[in-house]
């Protein structure tokens, strides 16, 4: 999750929402502009990757982007989280760690999902950028693939759009073997 929001509102949204569960604990990186302090972190972060929630905020992850050796070991251990809360970060940072975690996961797709004009670099790097239409205005649902009117339709889209995917996919592999039992009849 990628936000904007102070952390204690990053914290309490990314609860309600339900990406902490009620097993995984929380580990905080804010206010780190030393990069052995930020080492030291990763160090502690990897004891507990696997069943923690990592909090960071914009001043650290401005920190981090601009060591390419620190980048790569934060990522590393930050995939391997079940959540990662990205907490006072610019809409440039939003859009920087779309594109890495594009490049990092090794052509896994990465959806975008924003409501604002802060979140369209984000949008706009994602494979499937959604925007959301709400009270900042419509940048947002201009610049995304799929425009929705409130977060809850989100479920819906992604259940219908995988359908719809997978009876293209079904329908034109039963063309092909039916072009193909043609040509070899004839």
Same mark, same amino acid.
């Given at each position: 999750?990628?936000?904007?929001?102070?952390?204690?509102?990053?914290?309490?949204?990314?609860?309600?929402?339900?990406?902490?569960?009620?097993?995984?604990?929380?580990?905080?990186?804010?206010?780190?502009?030393?990069?052995?302090?930020?080492?030291?972190?990763?160090?502690?972060?990897?004891?507990?990757?696997?069943? +923690?929630?990592?909090? $960071?905020? #914009? %001043?650290?992850? /401005?920190?981090?982007?601009?060591?390419? *050796?620190?980048? &790569?070991?934060? @990522?590393?251990?930050?995939?391997?989280?079940?959540?990662?809360?990205?907490?006072?970060?610019?809409?440039?940072?939003?859009?920087?760690?779309?594109?890495?975690?594009?490049?990092?996961?090794?052509?896994?797709?990465?959806?975008?999902?924003?409501?604002?004009?802060?979140?369209?670099?984000?949008?706009?790097?994602?494979? +499937?950028?959604?925007? $959301?239409? #709400? %009270?900042?205005? /419509?940048?947002?649902?201009?610049?995304? *693939?799929?425009? &929705?009117?409130? @977060?809850?339709?989100?479920?819906?889209?992604?259940?219908?759009?995988?359908?719809?995917?997978?009876?293209?996919?079904?329908?034109?592999?039963?063309?092909?073997?039916?072009?193909?039992?043609?040509?070899?009849?004839?």
């Amino acid at each position: 999750m990628l936000t904007g929001d102070k952390v204690e509102t990053a914290t309490s949204i990314s609860i309600s929402s339900g990406l902490k569960s009620r097993r995984n604990q929380l580990f905080f990186m804010r206010e780190l502009s030393d990069p052995k302090e930020i080492y030291a972190k990763i160090d502690m972060f990897q004891q507990h990757a696997t069943n +923690c929630t990592l909090i $960071i905020d #914009g %001043k650290t992850l /401005m920190t981090i982007m601009v060591d390419e *050796d620190l980048k &790569l070991r934060f @990522f590393e251990q930050a995939m391997r989280a079940p959540c990662v809360c990205i907490c006072r970060c610019s809409p440039t940072q939003k859009a920087d760690v779309t594109k890495l975690m594009r490049t990092l996961t090794g052509g896994k797709r990465v959806a975008g999902i924003g409501d604002g004009g802060n979140d369209v670099g984000m949008i706009l790097e994602a494979d +499937c950028g959604i925007g $959301i239409e #709400g %009270k900042e205005g /419509m940048q947002a649902s201009l610049a995304g *693939d799929f425009s &929705l009117k409130e @977060f809850g339709q989100l479920k819906k889209l992604i259940l219908w759009h995988g359908r719809l995917s997978y009876r293209r996919s079904a329908v034109l592999a039963q063309f092909v073997f039916h072009r193909g039992l043609i040509i070899s009849i004839i």
